[in-house]
């Protein structure tokens, strides 16, 4: 079985500052990560998609992330937030490829501030 | 590609009446799923579909709840009677595991509320 916790429920950065969110994961196979934004009234669009080929994965809007297996981590990043960020932020879990039930963090808040 | 389409995008109704959700997923995806959003429960799947048949609806929460799949361009998520708890946003999303991307595009949801 497989679980993700994000560890901030919100985060508040200002404008042109980094943003950090964390996401450990638990898992008893080599998982595939993905990081998910809602932004508001809208669906879930992926943002960016980890699968053992690079530790450091580039996703759309400057965002990356960082897998690393000894922490069993996957935080995402970016250098320099833009009001357009301010969106809720989804750490995910895929299962093996015998299963279909993605596991969804609890979902991070992220405030952008002028 | 038009990505994952869903009607209504709002549905305000009266608590008893019957409720249809419309998904139309990306052409040439075989799984689709209808998951429920609220902020109390976060996202829950409600059931799966692979190649147009129902392959888990555990999470559907009890028989007022029903869901089809009559093509591979078509679902429904059907509620009735509805009832004021029924209300949440309710997304499908579809996506393609038997070419390996197993990538879940999402809809932009169906917010429904039940007065």
């Known amino acids: 079985a497989q679980s993700v916790t994000q560890l901030d429920s919100h985060v508040s950065v200002s404008e042109g500052t980094p943003v950090l969110l964390r996401c450990n994961y638990s898992?008893?196979?080599?998982?595939?990560l993905f990081w998910y934004v809602q932004h508001p009234n809208k669906g879930l669009q992926l943002l960016l998609k980890y699968t053992s080929a690079a530790t450091l994965v580039k996703g759309i809007n400057g965002f990356e992330a960082e897998f690393k297996k000894s922490e069993t981590s996957f935080h995402l990043t970016k250098p320099s937030a833009h009001m357009s960020d301010a969106a809720e932020y989804f750490c995910?879990?895929?299962?093996?490829?015998?299963?279909?039930?993605?596991?969804f963090g609890a979902g991070t808040t992220v405030t952008v501030r002028a | 590609d038009a990505g994952v389409i869903q009607s209504p995008r709002h549905e305000v109704t009266e608590m008893g009446q019957e409720v249809t959700l419309r998904c139309k997923p990306i052409?040439?995806?075989?799984?689709l799923f209808w998951y429920r959003q609220t902020m109390m429960r976060g996202l829950e799947l409600l059931i799966y579909?692979?190649?147009?048949?129902?392959?888990?609806d555990s999470g559907m929460p009890e028989d007022r709840f029903s869901a089809k799949m009559p093509n591979a361009s078509f679902s429904t998520l059907k509620i009735q009677p509805s009832e004021p708890r029924d209300s949440a946003v309710y997304f499908c999303?579809?996506?393609?595991?038997?070419?390996?991307?197993?990538?879940?595009?999402f809809g932009a949801g169906t917010r429904l509320s039940v007065l």
């Open positions: 579909f692979n190649n147009n048949v129902p392959i888990d």
């Open positions: 052409s040439g995806h075989n799984s």
């Open positions: 999303a579809s996506s393609s595991r038997s070419t390996g991307s197993d990538i879940q595009y």
């Open positions: 995910v879990v895929d299962p093996p490829s015998n299963d279909y039930k993605l596991s």
């Open positions: 898992s008893s196979y080599s998982p595939s």
